[in-house]
């Protein structure tokens, strides 16, 4: 006899024992997110001016957007519960203390981002918050000095040949840049003369003798993803005057100066945008340290030149100190603010370095063409950032980010 | 024959209760972890101001905190594995000679394990001049 | 090619032996006939076949003996893939023989082999054979293209009756070689390899059975490139488009192991008729094994398959019923690596962020009268995937109908003609697709959603198809058929074919 309430009986036990799979039910309970911004330390009497906070729920890709600041908290209302990338971008008013008297005031752009914050629920209708710690400088924005070619070519008779200097930019980022209104400084302070300035703003800014701006009206240059763009000091062919050292006409920007030494002329290129001169300490005509001595950087102003002239020169005082005698020293100088900075690099030569003469966070290392002063082995080098896959490397660090005594990349 | 039957029966019920065991199943996925800044013999830290950065380096997932309770940052629900932290900020100190400074501040590590329940990492803090 | 041929002597030489060893007398009786046929092609028997895995139950599957030998032609193509994975075109073109004898009345033996030459178009984030088998962790780029492949399997397996006891044990082997002749050159090379086991018992008109197998699978992959500019990054994926970012680029040598096993049981009339009841469960675990990390067990992938059909085969034999379940589970443990010296990294645990489940339920009914049978399938699916963090979610719901219908006729002398046609619809009732799009890139975010629009689209299938064998008294007990079948399956985004061609004898 077939024993069917058996085999039904069986077939059932096996059949419950299976994996049961019950769906949650979902609904999307919403929360407030509160936003503190702090400031850092270092800045005296800032002031958060304006700013928009956006949350993206990284599962619906919508944002959320709040620019209303109260007490330097911003509230998002009713956030549907879930994962979000918090973005914030502002703008920050502070001082930069000169001495006593004299402070230069002035704004930075300021962002700061917290990835995957969690909205959670609340039974007891508490608002979810937040800190974002705001840092005053920018050195990640994109734009990167790529290559200084600063050491000058050799004639065919061995002497040194340095009109043919040239810099590089590049874009670090995913996005395209825009060069219009970005400037080119050059440090005031040498790497290898460390001296107890005073007002000693190192952490606030850099000190600088000459600055020059892209040109362009805001969108006019612009630079794509893993692009570079030559800037010249003299955007000629070298090789008329010095076969040895090659063409810069092709540049993309060249640096015409306004000599006031009527027997030093600049050549311009009239086929080359020129740099729009905001400050040069020379007379004459602009060179780069041909030893490497100084920091070079690349910036985002936040004022206007005339703004800038105003407010930002300052005398320094220091301690010239010479075997046993000591002079009292001055000099005139400009102050960039470390918050405009976008990329620092500071150079030297390993037998006489004293100091960076940039924050450290602006620059932890240096990079070098040549190990002693004056070293006849330098010329025709560049310090070159290396390149880690298709992207630069850039740790805020010359020593790691450059390969020093490269070939210059116009001669290859 | 009974005995036939007792085994067919417990064999498929069984076989069903089985579906839910014998299973490799890790579900330890989140624990919290603690990042304290610890300063150099020669300072005492009287303030924090910062961001510390943790990156997951199995997922490339970062998590950011500028909460700090005194050198302490604390991270709540952070999916268990290895990880890359990066501190900058600014940091209120006293010298020595008892002198009060502010100075920017970095601390870093480029792999730290966030296994336990929870996790304290501490990190050595560079002052930059 | 030598094993091949060796394998193929060998069933070859079986068949062989039973035509001429059999001391029968007569034409008619010394091998199949037509009508005898109908047991090993009705739509009765293609059902009832899926049932019988257990080695045992394959005593007295027919009461004729049977050996094919045929050369076949399969393809498909799709305008979109249905699987992203699987490429939108696929070929194959191979021989095979089948066979199916009973030795006296204690023992019945069985077996196949088979070679085929194939491949497949436009497979695109997948760089790993056996997909189906082994997803969601495969290694996978964002290129894609062609691939080649070469496939041969050998199958055999023996039942013996001893009183009212009896056992059975079957071997299934496949080997697979599958590659490609251009940048990325993915490269994989599978063994699998099946043992099963089975007991059963005589007793109150049914046979209990039961029955265990093991099964062992090897598959190394690899990606090379020949063009060093051309040279892009490999991702380790781990599931509904994540993957494991610490070893992405260039880490393009692995391998997959598995060791796993199945239980099933079996409890079916002797004479066929009447109520039936078989369930299997079994687990396979495949490891994924990255060579070029000094072999770092990247992944556990651990498969559950569970099936479940209670079944009613008239007393007439005119009609037949049955309901079932098929469930798979999938979870996906990930490796924690912790510190690494000269690519040798610590193994400080696993985390099981991959989740996935795949559920059929599904009742038949089929009636058989005098030249034509026709088969009624109703059926519910629901599968769900998951991954941890971040959150991911890909789920849907699906009810399906299908209708088979077979004609069949004797045509003149010798000739058999027999038709066949199925439609099925496959209507989507609920669907979810939770991503962390803003954490995705665009190309992996395309690949997620375009997955997800193929699985979570309601889809018609359609086809027919016929078969002619041929077998007159004076070619007897040798005959020759040619089998020709074509279908259609097409979603609001897609649509494609299928057609499959064979030809050959059979004695």
Known sequence: MKNYKMLLVAAMATLAGFASCSDDDKSTPVNDLKVSITMPLTVENAELVSGTLKATNVATSKVYSQDTIENNTLTLRSLPVGVYNLDFEGKVKYNISINDTTAAGTLATVKQSVSNYAVTESATHQANTETMALEIYNAKEGLLITEIFFTGTLTEEGKQYIDDQYLKVGNNSDDTLYLDGVAFVQSDFLTTDKQDYTPDLMEDAMTINSIYLFPGNGQDYPIAPGEEVLLAVNAIDHTEANPLSFDLSIADFEINNESSETEVVDPNNQNVPDMIIWYQESKSVFVMHNRGFMAYALAKPEITKEEFLANNFYTYYYKFVFGERSFDMDGDAYILPNAWVIDAVNLSVEAVYEWNVTSATLDAGWSYCGKTNGDKNRYNKSVIRKKSGNKWVDTNNSTNDFEPEAKASMLK | ?129 | MKRISMIMAWVLGLGWTVWAGDGRDTIAEAGTTLAHLEEYHSLQAITDASFRKNPVQRWQQYATNLLEVAAYYNSRGEDEAFVLQAGNRQWAVGGRVDSYYQLGDRNVVWGGASYQQGGRKNVKWNSTSDFQAVYPYVLADSMGGNLDSERYTFYGGCATRLGNWMIGEELTFRAEHEWRTYDPRPRGIVTDLLARLGGAYDWNEYRWGVGAGFHFYKQTNDVDFYQEAGVIPEYQMTGLGEDYERFKGTNNSAYYKAAGWLLDVNILPQDCKGIWFAAEMGLSPYRRVITTLNALPISKLNVWDYSATAGWNAPSGRWYALAGMKLQRRLGNELIAGSSSSNDYQELGYLTMYRNRFLNINGVGGWNMAGFETRVEAGFQNYKATYEYPSREMSFSKVYGRIDARWKKMLGEGGKLSVSGYAAYYHNIDDELQMPYALMDEARAAMVRQCALMAQSSYLTAGGGARYDWLPRWKAPFGVFIDLQGGYRGNKETSGYEVSASAGLFF
């Open chain 2, 1 to 129: 024959m009974k005995l036939l039957k007792y085994i067919t029966v417990v064999f498929c019920v069984v076989a069903g209760a089985l579906t839910g065991g014998c299973d490799d199943e890790y579900t330890d996925y989140y624990t919290s972890a603690e990042v304290t800044v610890v300063a150099p013999d020669t300072v005492q830290i009287l303030q924090i101001q910062g961001v510390c950065a943790v990156t997951c380096l199995s997922n490339d997932m970062s998590y950011q905190s500028s909460t700090w309770n005194g050198k302490t940052v604390t991270f709540n629900n952070v999916l268990r594995g290895p990880y890359s932290i990066l501190v900058s900020g600014t940091a209120m100190i006293t010298t020595r000679a008892g002198r009060r400074e502010v100075h920017n501040f970095r601390a870093s590590s480029s792999y730290a394990e966030f296994m336990e329940h929870p996790t304290s990492v501490e990190l050595q803090m560079l002052l930059l001049q």
